[in-house]
């Protein structure tokens, strides 16, 4: 009987351990913000116009502790991204041959990409453990939009770009047809969308 609980028992952990790291890494990057308007003023303020590296360079370097900084092409040969459903990771987020985006190691190993500009924000990312496996979307890797306007969101949460649809916290919505939907035949892009609907909880229902 214990034998049969041992695969429950590291998949909680596994589940424990992202969870955490997860809070740690956004609430880092949520307080280099607050750090940063204090002399950058309020982020309503902030140029709209800086791609992810820029955007870091700028507002961001100052205010974390990082050991680390990897090119896109060198994060893309040592860890390349899968989708939650098993395909190859081709999005704007990680990139490899982006010129504009930061990937920074903090000091727990969890990795913070900032990449890409459009009029909605700058694309960031959170590994939970850096280029370690799986560098899967929903696993280890959570998609989130920066905007002076609506501040740090999970993509699939409210003040995402409309291209997304979806752009509310319902659990309906972030699980249910959207090709980008946290789903096991989904992209799982939505999925900080959905821990973050469950109050920083991975439910039971969670596609891991």
Same mark, same amino acid.
């Given at each position: ?26 609430? +880092?990057?949520?307080?280099? +913000? ?11 303020? $902030? ?22 900084? &990897? ?27 982006? /010129?504009?985006?930061?990937?920074? +190691? ?5 990795? +913070? ?8 924000? &700058?694309?960031? /990312?959170?590994?939970?453990? /850096? ?15 920066? =905007? *002076? ?27 249910? =047809?959207? =090709? ?11 999925? =900080? ?6 109050? $920083? ?5 969670? *596609?891991?």
């Amino acid at each position: 009987m214990a034998a049969l609980t041992i695969p429950a028992v590291i998949t909680n952990y596994q589940k424990q351990e992202t969870l955490s790291r997860l809070k740690k890494a956004y609430s +880092i990057v949520q307080q280099a +913000i607050k750090l940063s308007e204090v002399e950058n003023e309020s982020v309503a303020n $902030w140029d709209n116009n800086l791609n992810g590296h820029a955007f870091f360079e700028k507002y961001i370097k100052k205010y974390v502790q990082y050991t680390q900084e &990897i090119t896109p092409a060198e994060l893309w040969s040592m860890a390349p991204r899968k989708l939650l459903n098993g395909s190859n990771y081709y999005g704007t987020t990680y990139a490899a041959g982006s /010129g504009t985006a930061t990937n920074f +190691i903090l000091s727990d190993g969890s990795m +913070i990409t900032l990449n890409f500009v459009t009029t909605d924000g &700058i694309w960031v /990312g959170i590994d939970t453990n /850096g280029i370690k496996k799986p560098n899967q979307m929903g696993k280890d890797t959570f998609l989130f939009l920066f =905007s *002076p306007k609506h501040g740090l969101q999970p993509l699939g949460g409210d003040g995402t770009p409309d291209a997304w649809s979806y752009r509310t916290y319902s659990r309906e919505n972030i699980m249910g =047809s959207g =090709s980008n939907r946290c789903s096991k035949t989904g992209t799982g892009y939505w999925c =900080s969308a959905l821990i973050m609907n469950d109050q $920083w909880e991975i439910a039971k229902d969670y *596609p891991w």
